[in-house]
């Protein structure tokens, strides 16, 4: 598998040093032609420089060949540019961007990059996940930007509790995928009992998070 | 019309000043208060200090119910970006999106931007003077001989 990766930042960096060491091909793209020369000395002929963006740059680094590029710059703008040109003239069948606004991981789906990556997203979701007593937890983004993965969990409290699902008025475009209780996976049938110390897993259309946050919790 | 304009320097401010006089709704997007020192006293349109590739910033700006959006900083990516999302999000009826990279303003008009490139524009306007001077010159070419 071939990889570019555009960006030598810190997360450039590593991301190449990791992915030499795990056996790919990798290519590393970093616009100032000092820090290029210094990842030469690194890691050998697998950097060039220029400026990922242009397509003279893809070019030459053989997008037409990637599997994947990942452009993770410091510049939202940047990534988004790098990665919709590598689809739209190489037609490169992966793309992966860094988001540095969070906000803007929803729009760079819709806009066609296929996996988006927000460090401040991934550690607020480590934080909500970890807080005691929260207990409806987003728990991932699929890459359709409009659905999203949610575990809800139920307490005496929640007005769902020790109602079966099928007496659930579940919102539109949600759905519960499985009941977790205790180490037991269970399929959600309409005779499924909620009991308190449940996890339910529901896959919810983006918008209806909030009507299902006031469902299962209050 | 109420038109948002991103990038207040020499043509941002031109085109600002332009629609303005012509009785537009203008807001001018930047994210140097003080690129709002070329836009005269008597500019009457708004001025918001931000980035245009960030929603929010938009939203002050009034894009909400804007007819037109044009990206004018120097940098491509950020009128890319920002025109994707004048077009994508706020489904702005005209966006025009300034490039200078010529290869990006071809993929980008593939999209279905309306785009400008200086680049191409300005070497097309050079080409013709420089040929046309070298059509009319070979007389005296000819008398220097």
Redesign the interface.
Known sequence: MYIIVVGGGKVGYYLTKTLLAEGYEVLLVERNPDKAELFQEHFGAVVISGDGAEAATLRASGAARADVVIAVTGEDEDNLVICQMAKQKFHVRRTIARVNNPKNEQLFRMLGIDVTVSQTNHILHLIEQSIPGNSFVHLLSLQHPDVTVIDAKIDEASPVAHRTIGEIQLPDDCTIAAVVRGSRIMMPTAATDLLPGDDVIAISHRGKEDELRNLFIH | MRVVIMGCGRVGARVSVLLDHAGHEVSVIDTDPRAFRRLPPDFKGTTVVGTG???DVLRAAGIEAADAFVALTN????N???S??AR??FEVPEVVCRIY?P??ED?YR??GLTTVCPTTTIAAQVLEYVLSAVDHAPSALAAEQ
């Open positions: 590739i960030d929603e940098g491509d990516n950020r890319i970006m920002a994707q999302v994508h999000v990279d290869v990006r993929a593939r999209l």
